[in-house]
C-alpha cells in the first residue's frame, strides 16, 4: 500500500491537492491511503515515527506552526527511504531548499502548471517505490503495492479460495494462488503450516508447545504444524 502524506493549511489548496491526487492514484489502480493535516501538528509528528512504508510526503513549506524544510530534516534523521515532495506558493524559496540536503524529489510551484508537474512528481515516486523491495500484485482491476517488510504471514482462506496477505495495516485477499504469491518473495519467508508463510524477519517468539507464533508487532497466529516447527 501507498502511503500519502499530505500538509497544507490553505483550505482550498489543501482541497486541490486532495483531488488531483485521489485522480491520479484512481487512474492508476494502486491501492493506497492518505492522511491529510493542516499543520504540522502532533498528529504529524507521531505519523513520521509510525513504521509505514511506501509513503509520499506532500509538503507545504510554510505552515503556522513549522517550516515543511524543518519538518523534512526531521523525516531524514529516521527515514531516508520515503519520498518528499515539497509544495509551496512562493518560487524564491527554491534555493533555500536546495541548500538543504533533505533528498527530495521535487519542488512544485501551486501556480505555476501544479496539476502536470504534481502528476509527474507522483509518477516518479512511484518508479522509485518500485525499486524498492515490494510485492506488486495485479488482481480484479487493483495494483497492490505491498513493501515485503510490511508483510507478517501469507495464508490461504479454503473458505473463500482466496489467498490473504497480513501485514501491520491491513488484511488484503486476492486470487493469486499461496504457492505464486511465495514464488514472488524472497527466502526470508518460510513455511510454518501447509497453509501458511510467515516473514522470518518479522518474527519474535515462537510457542512449540501451544503452536503459538508472534510477531514484532505482538499479534499472534497459530499457524504452527507439527511438520514444520522444527524449522522455525
Known amino acids: 500500500m501507498i502511503n500519502i502524506i499530505i500538509c497544507d493549511d490553505n483550505k482550498k489548496d489543501r482541497e486541490n491537492v486532495i483531488k488531483k491526487v485521489e ?11 492518505k492522511y ?3 499543520d504540522y501538528d502532533k498528529k504529524f509528528i507521531n505519523l513520521i515515527d509510525t ?10 513549506i510554510e505552515t503556522p506552526s513549522a517550516s515543511g ?12 527511504d520515503s519520498i518528499i515532495i515539497f509544495l509551496t506558493g512562493h518560487e524564491e524559496l527554491g534555493n533555500i531548499v536546495l541548500k538543504n ?21 507522483l509518477n516518479k515516486a512511484l518508479d522509485l517505490l518500485k525499486t524498492r523491495k515490494i510485492l506488486r500484485l495485479n488482481d480484479r482491476n487493483i495494483t497492490y503495492t505491498i513493501d515485503i517488510s510490511d508483510i507478517l504471514y501469507i495464508t490461504k ?9 497480513k501485514t501491520d495495516y491491513n488484511e488484503i485477499k486476492v486470487n493469486h494462488s499461496l504457492n505464486e504469491i511465495i514464488g514472488m518473495l524472497d527466502n526470508r519467508f518460510i513455511q510454518t503450516h501447509r497453509a501458511c508463510y510467515i516473514n522470518n524477519d518479522r518474527l519474535r517468539k515462537v510457542d512449540k508447545t ?10 499472534t497466529i497459530d499457524l504452527l504444524s507439527d511438520k514444520y516447527k522444527k524449522d522455525v
Do not use: C, P, Q, W
Not at 157 to 165: A, L, V, W
Open 210 to 219: 501451544n503452536k503459538i507464533i508472534t510477531f514484532d508487532n505482538g499479534e
Open 36 to 38: 491529510v493535516f493542516e
Open 157 to 165: 482462506d479454503s473458505y473463500e479460495r482466496r489467498t490473504i496477505i
Open 101 to 121: 540536503d533533505l533528498m527530495f524529489l521535487s519542488f512544485i510551484n501551486k501556480f505555476d502548471d501544479f496539476g502536470s508537474r504534481l502528476n509527474n512528481s
Open 23 to 33: 485522480i491520479f492514484m484512481t487512474n492508476r489502480k494502486i491501492e493506497y491511503k
Open 51 to 60: 513504521k509505514i512504508s511506501s509513503k509520499i510526503y506532500l509538503l507545504d
Open 69 to 80: 524544510i524543518d519538518i523534512a530534516r526531521r523525516i531524514r534523521k529516521k527515514d531516508v
